[in-house]
């Protein structure tokens, strides 16, 4: 029944979607509560989301190589998060955290990768 | 007006990653995954760091900062990504029942 995992996957995402554009208009929906997020905050919950997608390939993956991919995906996500960051507070050192980071998650896949492969680190 | 254009790039950017880890929640088989998300998302984060390198006034020491992370980004995502796939045709992951083609398993038999 494919055709019914295909609606019941875009309902949920349209559901997904349209709870990300509608949080940061809290005020309209609670009128005690007049907190207005704005740009960023509504870049943070869309990157929020994907990196929800990204942990569920890493948490359901059937292969190795699957969570591999999902774990340097998700490392690359965090690089664009610390770049938004940085514009938000105005103070340049996020962009430093998101390098480190990257550089970081570069080492670790290749390390990963070469012990998937099945040889040793110095081949 | 550069505060506009910056944001336009940020959008787009957060477009291509939302797509590119749909992908990867949504195609069948390691290697489409791997094509799908790599692309899309490295793609859309140098979006994203060229519009923080708009939004943040030209050549400051955020928008150097996120210039030299766009080049680290092009020069190291590639080679994560061909490492990754070159260690899962090794280790004996079969591919999808409905490809076509596989040229790596043609072209050498297990050595090189």
Not at chain 1, 29 to 46: A, D, K, S, W
Not at chain 2, 14 to 39: E, H, I, M
Not at chain 2, 50 to 59: K, R
């Amino acid at each position: 029944m494919i055709f019914g995992r295909w609606i019941l996957g875009t309902i949920v995402l349209l559901v997904l979607m349209g709870l990300v554009i509608a949080l940061p208009f809290r005020s309209v929906f609670f009128e005690n509560n007049p907190t207005h997020i704005g740009f960023v905050g509504r870049v943070v919950y869309i990157l929020i989301l994907a990196s929800l997608m990204v942990l569920f390939r890493v948490t359901r993956g059937p292969t190795a190589a699957d969570r591999i991919v999902a774990i340097d995906i998700f490392g690359i996500l965090i690089v664009g998060l610390c770049a938004v960051l940085s514009i938000a507070t105005g103070r340049s050192w996020y962009i430093d955290i998101g390098i480190a980071w990257g550089l970081q998650s570069f080492i670790g896949t290749l390390a990963l990768s070469k012990y998937l492969e099945g040889k040793s680190f110095d081949d | 007006m550069i505060d506009n254009i910056g944001m336009f790039f940020i959008g787009v950017g957060l477009a291509f990653d939302v797509l590119g880890c749909l992908g990867l929640v949504r195609l069948p088989d390691v290697y489409n995954r791997l094509q799908s998300a790599t692309k899309c998302v490295t793609l859309g984060t140098c979006s994203i760091l060229f519009g923080v390198f708009l939004a943040s006034g030209g050549f400051t020491e955020t928008g150097v900062k996120a210039l030299i992370t766009i080049v680290f980004l092009v020069l190291t995502s590639p080679v994560s990504a061909h490492a990754i796939s070159r260690g899962a045709h090794r280790s004996g992951i079969r591919l999808w029942e409905k490809s076509v083609v596989d040229s790596y398993a043609e072209d050498n038999e297990g050595e090189a």
